[in-house]
């Protein structure tokens, strides 16, 4: 089969694509590469006269002031018609969001039904912000989410911008619009799927596909210092409640000064990403989620103990008997609570990296993962 995968902003797309490709199909994928992270991708639509050309660059925000015409989003949906012709003959196409192609929604829209009209089918995958996700967690109905500081505090609505903008009507048009063509709706962890089953979607829920031929699991060594790992995003430090972590650290560092080292890194590109904490005994990812992210999956394969989302609903759903995670909250004295525990009891980091590692084989392996993708969009 001929699968083109739109958007990536974790890798998830690019571990599907290696598990395809692993059973026989051929896989491209579609994107901008996200920024900094820098992702593979094949086919490339990243706005570059507009960030990289020194006329444009000084102009971009005033122009965007002057019209309300952002130009990046413009040179994104050029790059896209241009790849556009060549875009056919796939038997599945799957969009990462309804804004995968991150251009303004009536371009998508036009872009979305010509993708239709020259191949099989399309498939939404349900990974972040998304219409019927962000009204159930601007309901407040959940006891937190991603957007519990803007719930706590409206004046920090410029940071909330991003998931904000799919209440808006022309976003929400597209979200609609999109779910109308796709041939299923999937979700790829419980922070996604339980929102939008409360919404009243009818979903399909694959867990995140994580590479375990690639990402070698190393049992955590002890004979040192504790190694504990904050990598920081500035574009979203409030949504996974970094200051939380940030807090705790501090206490961390003058209570054990003696017995952990402390590594902080910020927006630095992936693939030095997964480098630097290579050595680390401890991630620490999120306080907002119920489930783990794409970041915490991989350093938990790799034998790490990973501060994320691990809630009850989470462990109900896998029927997990031991720890395989921390469940990170919003309070900074549990958190120390957490890591004191660990930091005094090291053979416990030993026995949740062992069980991480299983859990991420049993539950994430990206072949397994593949093949479930295949049989929801009806081609197994």
Same mark, same amino acid.
Request: with cysteine; glycine share 4%.
């Given at each position: 089969?001929?699968?083109?995968?739109?958007?990536?902003?974790?890798?998830?797309? $690019?571990?599907?694509?290696?598990? #395809?490709?692993?059973? &026989?199909? /051929?896989?491209? %994928?579609?994107g901008?590469?996200?920024g900094? !992270?820098?992702?593979?991708?094949?086919?490339?639509?990243?706005?570059?006269?507009?960030?990289?050309?020194?006329?444009?660059?000084?102009?971009?925000?005033?122009?965007?002031?002057?019209?309300?015409?952002?130009?990046?989003?413009?040179?994104?949906?050029?790059?896209?018609?241009?790849?556009?012709?060549?875009?056919?003959?796939?038997?599945?196409?799957?969009l990462?969001?309804?804004?995968?192609?991150?251009?303004?929604?009536?371009?998508q829209?036009?872009?979305?039904?010509?993708?239709?009209? $020259?191949?099989?089918q399309?498939? #939404?995958?349900?990974? &972040?912000? /998304?219409?019927? %996700?962000?009204?159930?967690?601007?309901?407040? !109905?959940?006891?937190?989410?991603?957007?519990?500081?803007?719930?706590?505090?409206?004046?920090?609505?410029?940071?909330?911008?991003?998931?904000?903008?799919?209440?808006?009507?022309?976003?929400?048009?597209?979200?609609?619009?999109?779910?109308?063509?796709?041939?299923v709706l999937?979700?790829?962890?419980?922070?996604?799927?339980?929102?939008?089953?409360?919404?009243?979607?009818?979903?399909?829920?694959?867990?995140?596909?994580?590479?375990?031929?690639?990402?070698?699991?190393?049992?955590?060594?002890?004979?040192?210092?504790?190694?504990?790992?904050?990598g920081?995003?500035?574009l979203?430090?409030?949504?996974?409640?970094?200051?939380?972590?940030?807090?705790?650290?501090?206490?961390?560092?003058?209570?054990y000064?003696?017995?952990?080292?402390?590594?902080?890194?910020?927006?630095?590109?992936?693939?030095?990403?997964?480098?630097?904490?290579?050595?680390?005994?401890?991630?620490?990812?999120?306080?907002?989620?119920?489930d783990?992210?794409?970041?915490?999956?991989?350093?938990?394969?790799?034998?790490?103990?990973?501060f994320?989302?691990?809630?009850?609903?989470?462990?109900?759903?896998?029927?997990?008997?031991?720890a395989?995670?921390?469940?990170?909250?919003?309070?900074?004295?549990q958190?120390?609570?957490?890591?004191?525990?660990?930091?005094?009891?090291?053979?416990?980091?030993?026995?949740?990296?062992?069980?991480?590692?299983?859990?991420?084989?049993?539950?994430h392996?990206?072949?397994?993962?593949?093949?479930?993708y295949?049989?929801?969009?009806?081609l197994?």
């Open positions: 089969m001929k699968i083109l995968l739109i958007g990536e902003y974790s890798r998830l797309h $690019n571990s599907l694509k290696e598990g #395809l490709t692993k059973l &026989g199909h /051929e896989v491209y %994928i579609l901008t590469g996200d900094f !992270k820098n992702y593979e991708i094949d086919y490339n639509i990243a706005p570059r006269l507009t960030i990289k050309n020194k006329f444009f660059i000084n102009g971009v925000s005033a122009f965007r002031k002057l019209t309300g015409i952002d130009l990046h989003k413009v040179e994104m949906a050029v790059n896209f018609k241009r790849r556009l012709p060549k875009l056919k003959g796939f038997d599945h196409i799957q990462i969001n309804s804004d995968a192609l991150q251009t303004y929604p009536d371009y829209i036009k872009f979305y039904d010509k993708l239709i009209q $020259n191949n099989k399309i498939s #939404l995958l349900i990974c &972040g912000d /998304e219409t019927p %996700i962000v009204d159930y967690n601007l309901s407040g !109905k959940l006891k937190y989410s991603v957007l519990t500081p803007f719930l706590e505090d409206k004046s920090l609505r410029k940071y909330f911008k991003y998931s904000l903008k799919y209440t808006t009507k022309s976003y929400r048009r597209l979200f609609e619009y999109v779910s109308g063509i796709s041939n999937i979700t790829s962890d419980l922070d996604y799927e339980l929102p939008m089953r409360k919404m009243g979607y009818t979903t399909t829920f694959i867990p995140n596909p994580i590479n375990t031929d690639k990402l070698k699991y190393t049992e955590p060594v002890i004979e040192g210092k504790i190694i504990i790992f904050l920081i995003n500035r979203s430090y409030l949504k996974k409640g970094t200051v939380y972590f940030e807090e705790a650290l501090k206490i961390i560092r003058e209570k000064t003696d017995k952990v080292e402390i590594i902080v890194t910020e927006n630095i590109p992936y693939a030095e990403y997964i480098k630097l904490y290579e050595s680390t005994h401890i991630l620490l990812d999120q306080v907002y989620g119920y783990q992210g794409y970041n915490a999956l991989e350093a938990m394969a790799k034998g790490k103990v990973v994320t989302g691990a809630e009850t609903e989470f462990i109900a759903h896998y029927n997990l008997k031991e395989v995670a921390i469940n990170a909250v919003p309070d900074a004295k958190i120390v609570e957490q890591l004191s525990y660990l930091i005094e009891n090291p053979e416990k980091i030993i026995e949740i990296s062992k069980n991480a590692r299983s859990f991420i084989e049993r539950e392996s990206y072949i397994k993962i593949a093949e479930q295949l049989k929801a969009w009806g197994k």
